[in-house]
C-alpha cells in the first residue's frame, strides 16, 4: 500500500485553483450584477427625489439595462462557444480544404481522397452498419422489454438491471466485452464466456475480434449492451404516459395483446419512438471509445470518428482528418432536419 | 326496449364467461412476462458479473479457467486490485489516474452548471432584442459534433491566436497538472449546448406570476436568479449535474487529446484503453481496473438514478 500522497499534492493543488477560479468567476459576476445595478437605482432614486422637489416631470426608468443584464448573463457562456466551439468548426471547415500542415489550399482532394481509399470505404461502410443497427436493434429490444415489463413485479428492479450499463463507460463496456469475446487456442479450455458457449456445444473455438466483418456486429453489441437502457427507459415512460381511459377501452373491446400493442401502444409513442431513434443515430455516428479500445480500429473495424482521430491526432494529416469531421457533421443534419419535422407536425396535428 | 334486454343479458354473460378465462390467462401472462423479463434482467447483467468475480480471482486461474468455475472451485484475492492500484508504473498505477479522473470531473461539471444556469435565466425571463434567435443559435450548436472542434482548439491551446501575423491570444503553454485547465476548458465549452437547453426547459417554465411579483418588489435579476430561481431549479441542476458527471468521468477522446498521456494529467479511460491494448491479457489487471472506473459512477448513478431519469426525459422528449 505504498502511496504518496505528496507526489500527487501538485494535482490537488491544481483542482484547488480550478475550484477557486471558479468561485472568483461565478461570484464576482454575480456581485458585479448585484453591486452595480444598486448603485444605479440609488441614483435613479436619487433623480427622483430631485424631480419630484422641483416638480419638474419624473424622469423615466432607463430601459436598455435589461439589455445590459442579459449580455452579462449571457457573457460567459457566449465567450466559451465562440471560442470554444464555433470558431473551431468554422476553422475546421476550412482546414477540410486544406493540406496535411494546414498550409497550402487543395480543392476538395481530400473529400476525393475520402471517397476513394478503399480502407476509408471501408470505414464509411462500417459506420453505416452501426448507425443501421444500433438504433434498430437498441429501439426494439428497449420497446418489446418496456411493453414487457410493464406492470410486472421486480420491474423496478428489472429494469435498473437494463439500465445499469448507462453508468459504465465505454472504455469499460468494452473492456467487459473483450472479456466475454477472449479466445483460447483449441487445446486450452476457454476463458471467454462467448467461446466457452461455442466450445459446449462442439463448435470449434474462434478468435471473435479478429474475424470480419462478423468482430463488428460484435462491437456493436456492445453498443446494443449500454444503449438498449436509455430506449427502455424513455419509451417505459411513454408507455405509462397512455392515457389510462384509452387503454381501458380498448381492453373492453376485447383487443388482443397484439392488436393493443400495434393500435394502441404504438401510434401514443411514436414522438418517443422517434426521439430514441435520433438521438441513437446520433450517438452512434459519433462512436469512438468502444472502436479504439475493443481492436483499436484494426480487423476492418475502424468507424469515422475514430479515423478522423487517427488521421488528425496521429498521421498529423489535419487536412484529411478534418474532411472526415465535416463530413460526419454532414451525415448529422438529414437526421437532425427529420426531427425538426417531426416535432413541428406533432405541433400542428 | 323488449328485444334489447335478452340481447344485454346475453351478453353480460358471455363477457363473464370469458373474464374468468382472460383473468386466469392474464395472470399467466403477467407470469410468464414477469420470469421472462427477469431472466433478461439477469442475462443482460451476467457479462458485468463475470468481469467482477474474475477481478478477485487468482491471476493464474483468471488466465487459464473460465470465471464460472469459481463456483465450483472458490479462490478469491484482493492482490488484482493492490496491484491495479498501487503496484508499479507498468502494472497499472490506477490511483494516480483515479485522482485525475477526479481532478479533471469536478470542474469539468460546475463550469457548465454555472455558466448556463445563468444563460438559460436570461434567455428565459430577461427581455432584450434578438432572444429568441440566440436561443434557438445556442439550441442549434447541440448537434455540431465535437469531432469538429477538436483539431483548431487544440492548436488554440498550443499556439494561442493569430490574426493576420498579430498574435492576438498567447499560448497556454501549460505543463504537466497545469494541462487539467485544458481539460476543464474542452468540456465546458462542448456541454454549454445542452446544458442551456435542458436548464432553459426548466428555467422557463417556473410561474411568471413568481417573478412578475419578485420585479414589482423591485427585486433585480441577479437577486431573483440568486434567491428564487436557484432553489427552485435544483433538481434540474442536479440531473444535469449527474449527466455531465458521467459524461466527463466516462469520456476518452476529450482526455486523449487535451490531457497528456502519462500519470500526471490522463484519467482513468485513457489508462484502461492503453492497458487493453498494450497488454491485452493481461486480465487481471484489466478485470480489476474496469471495476476501478466503473465504481465511481456505479454509486453516483445508483444513489441519483431518480434525478438522472428525470433529466434524461426532460432532455430527450420535450426535445
Known amino acids: ?349 | 326496449m323488449t328485444t334489447a334486454t335478452p340481447t344485454v343479458g346475453a351478453g353480460a354473460q358471455a363477457t363473464g364467461a370469458t373474464t374468468t378465462a382472460s383473468r386466469v390467462r392474464k395472470r399467466l401472462n403477467s407470469r410468464t412476462a414477469t420470469v421472462v423479463s427477469i431472466v433478461i434482467a439477469v442475462l443482460w447483467t451476467v457479462p458485468t458479473f463475470g468481469l467482477f468475480i474474475s477481478s478477485f480471482r487468482p491471476e493464474d486461474q483468471i488466465k487459464t479457467t473460465g470465471w464460472w468455475t469459481a463456483f465450483t472451485d472458490p479462490q478469491f484475492t484482493l492482490e488484482n486490485y493492490q496491484q491495479v492500484l498501487f503496484g508499479s508504473g507498468s502494472s497499472g498505477r490506477l490511483i494516480s489516474y483515479f485522482i485525475n479522473s477526479l481532478a479533471i470531473t469536478i470542474p469539468s461539471v460546475l463550469f457548465p452548471i454555472a455558466f448556463a444556469s445563468l444563460a438559460a435565466y436570461a434567455l428565459a425571463w430577461i427581455n432584450f432584442r434578438g432572444r429568441d434567435w440566440l436561443y434557438i443559435a445556442i439550441f442549434a450548436l447541440q448537434i455540431v459534433p465535437l469531432q469538429m472542434a477538436l483539431v483548431p482548439l487544440l492548436k488554440f491551446f498550443s499556439t494561442g491566436v493569430t490574426i493576420a501575423g498579430v498574435q492576438v491570444l498567447p499560448a497556454w503553454n501549460l505543463v504537466d497538472e497545469q494541462k487539467f485547465a485544458q481539460v476543464w476548458f474542452a468540456h465546458t465549452c462542448f456541454a454549454l449546448p445542452f446544458a442551456v437547453f435542458l436548464l432553459h426547459n426548466f428555467i422557463s417554465q417556473l410561474p411568471g406570476d413568481l417573478m412578475e411579483a419578485a420585479r414589482v418588489d423591485g427585486a433585480s435579476h441577479p437577486r431573483i436568479f440568486r434567491t428564487i430561481v436557484l432553489p427552485l431549479i435544483t433538481p434540474a441542476l442536479a440531473a444535469f449535474g449527474i449527466f455531465q458527471f458521467l459524461w466527463v468521468w466516462n469520456d476518452l477522446l476529450v482526455a486523449l487529446i487535451f490531457a497528456d498521456g502519462g500519470d500526471e494529467t490522463a484519467p482513468l479511460t485513457v489508462r484502461l484503453a492503453e492497458l487493453a491494448g498494450s497488454r491485452g491479457n493481461e486480465w487481471q489487471r484489466l478485470t480489476a481496473g474496469a471495476f476501478v472506473s466503473i465504481v465511481v459512477p456505479l454509486i453516483v448513478f445508483l444513489s441519483l438514478q431518480r434525478y438522472f431519469v428525470r433529466g434524461l426525459l426532460a432532455g430527450s422528449v420535450k426535445g
Open chain 1, 1 to 349: 500500500m505504498e502511496f504518496d500522497f505528496i507526489a500527487e499534492k501538485d494535482k490537488f493543488l491544481m483542482l484547488g485553483y480550478g475550484l477557486l477560479a471558479f468561485v472568483a468567476v461565478v461570484g464576482g459576476l454575480l456581485l458585479l450584477l448585484d453591486v452595480v445595478p444598486s448603485w444605479f437605482a440609488r441614483r435613479h432614486e436619487a433623480k427622483l427625489v430631485a424631480a419630484s422637489a422641483s416638480g419638474a416631470p419624473l424622469p423615466r426608468w432607463p430601459k436598455q439595462r435589461e439589455g445590459l443584464f442579459a449580455l452579462f448573463f449571457l457573457l460567459p457562456t457566449l465567450l466559451l462557444l465562440a471560442v470554444g466551439l464555433v470558431g473551431p468548426a468554422i476553422r475546421t471547415t476550412l482546414l477540410s480544404f486544406m493540406d496535411a500542415g494546414s498550409n497550402d489550399w487543395v480543392g476538395l482532394r481530400n473529400y476525393g481522397w475520402m471517397f476513394s481509399d478503399p480502407a476509408i470505404l471501408r470505414v464509411l461502410t462500417n459506420t453505416l452498419v452501426w448507425v443501421i443497427l444500433v438504433p434498430l436493434v437498441a429501439t426494439s429490444f428497449g420497446l418489446v422489454y418496456a411493453v414487457l415489463v410493464d406492470k410486472v413485479r421486480f420491474e423496478a428492479v428489472a429494469k435498473s438491471l437494463i439500465f445499469l450499463p448507462m453508468a459504465i463507460s465505454f472504455v469499460g463496456a468494452s473492456i467487459i466485452w473483450k472479456f466475454v469475446y477472449a479466445y483460447r487456442g483449441d487445446d486450452q479450455q476457454q476463458i471467454g464466456l462467448l467461446n466457452q458457449i461455442v466450445v459446449s456445444l462442439g463448435g470449434e473455438p474462434k478468435f471473435f475480434l479478429q474475424e470480419s466483418p462478423l468482430n463488428t456486429l460484435l462491437l456493436i453489441m456492445i453498443m446494443v449492451w449500454i444503449q438498449a437502457g436509455f430506449a427502455m427507459v424513455v419509451l417505459s415512460a411513454a408507455i405509462k404516459a397512455i392515457p389510462a381511459d384509452i387503454v381501458e377501452a380498448a381492453r373492453l373491446d376485447g383487443v388482443t395483446p397484439w392488436q393493443m400493442f400495434w393500435q394502441i401502444t404504438m401510434p401514443n409513442i411514436r414522438p418517443a419512438l422517434i426521439v430514441v431513434v435520433v438521438t441513437l443515430s446520433i450517438a452512434t455516428l459519433k462512436v469512438f471509445d468502444i472502436v479504439r479500445t475493443a481492436t483499436n480500429g484494426n480487423y476492418d473495424t475502424s468507424v469515422i470518428a475514430n479515423e478522423m482521430y487517427n488521421q488528425a491526432f496521429r498521421y498529423g494529416q489535419n487536412g484529411q482528418g478534418s474532411a472526415l469531421a465535416v463530413f460526419l457533421f454532414v451525415l448529422v443534419i438529414p437526421i437532425v432536419i427529420y426531427q425538426i419535422r417531426n416535432l413541428r407536425q406533432q405541433r400542428e396535428g
